[in-house]
């Protein structure tokens, strides 16, 4: 029988430039390993494991470019999606992306906020169903797309048929 290899996050904080982060998970081992300008942690999870990450890029403009996805660690011959910074093809739960100033309270920030609120409820969010994480994904991207105005007619729900 074939020894299961974990499925690794290589996480990192350049100062200044790019993050990525464990938001939540459980990882069954974790090391750091220092470079010359950050230090790299090394999260490892098994399969059927669920984990989120946060990827942050600031520019120079005082904008920046945030990602927060769910992830599901797989068996290796299962299909999945390959994100960077991951070893290993990895199922994908919820993916929200946020661009903008620091501040601005977008759909990062509040998942976020909602990670914090069910940890504060005494929950651990990797032992969620998954299907809560994709859920409030697509909940988050509709509200917004319709906050900002890019789908939906100016006279609202009224004008829709359900037919």
Known sequence: MKLQAPTRLFAYDQPGQRICRLCFGSPISQR?????????????FL?????????????????????????????T????????????KVLVHALIEQEGPAGE??????????????????SAPEKLPSLIFRMLGHHIQITR???EGRVGSPHGWSKVCLN
Do not use: M
């Open 105 to 122: 309270d977008g759909p990062v920030d509040g998942f976020l906020l909602l990670l914090d609120q069910i940890r504060d409820g005494g």
């Open 77 to 88: 011959a299962k299909i999945g999606v390959k994100v960077p910074d991951v070893s290993a």
């Open 47 to 75: 399969p059927t494991q669920r984990f989120g990450v946060v990827w942050w890029n600031r520019r120079g403009d005082g904008n920046q470019h945030r990602v927060l996805a769910v992830l599901e660690a797989l068996e």
């Open 145 to 147: 797309c319709f906050h």
């Open 32 to 44: 750091q390993v220092q470079h010359s300008d950050y230090v790299e942690t090394i999260h490892d």
